[in-house]
Structures are given as C-alpha cells and as structure tokens.
C-alpha cells in the first residue's frame, strides 16, 4: 500500500465515520441496526488494510482520531 493508498483509506474511513454520526444523530436516527453496523464492519476492513502498512497501534489511533472528529 503506497502513501496514496494510504491516503485514500483515511478518506474512506472519515467518510464511513461521517455518516455514522448522520445515521446517529441527524435526520436518518431511525436508521436500522444493521445499517450501521455495516458501517462499522466497513471501518474495521479500513483499519486492517492500515494495519498491513503503519501497523496495528498506528491503524488503531488513526481510526479512533477519526472516530472522535466525526462521532464523538
């Protein structure tokens, strides 16, 4: 995985993590359970295909920075 790579995953993770905090909070709150668990399930791909290239605590702080920025 190159830096762009790397990039890109960090844009899909923010973009997953953004419309969990629409399906959360905005309009879409009735938004089924198993909806936003696909979402979360699509975070977790992310965060492995991170953890192949800066490892697993760096995966695991970039997703959780992301995590707290959009959801928190």
């Known amino acids: 995985m190159s830096e762009s790579e ?3 995953t960090r844009a899909q993770i923010e973009r997953e993590c953004e ?3 629409q399906l959360m909070q905005g309009f879409a709150v009735v938004a089924s359970h198993e909806t936003i668990t696909s979402h979360y399930r699509r975070l977790g791909t992310y965060e492995m295909q991170l953890e192949q290239v800066v490892g697993g ?3 695991m702080r970039v ?3 992301i995590y707290d920025k959009h959801v928190q």
Request: hydrophobic share 60%.
């Open 57 to 59: 605590e760096e995966a």
């Open 19 to 21: 419309m969990l905090r």
């Open 63 to 65: 997703l959780c920075e």
């Open 6 to 8: 790397v990039a890109w």
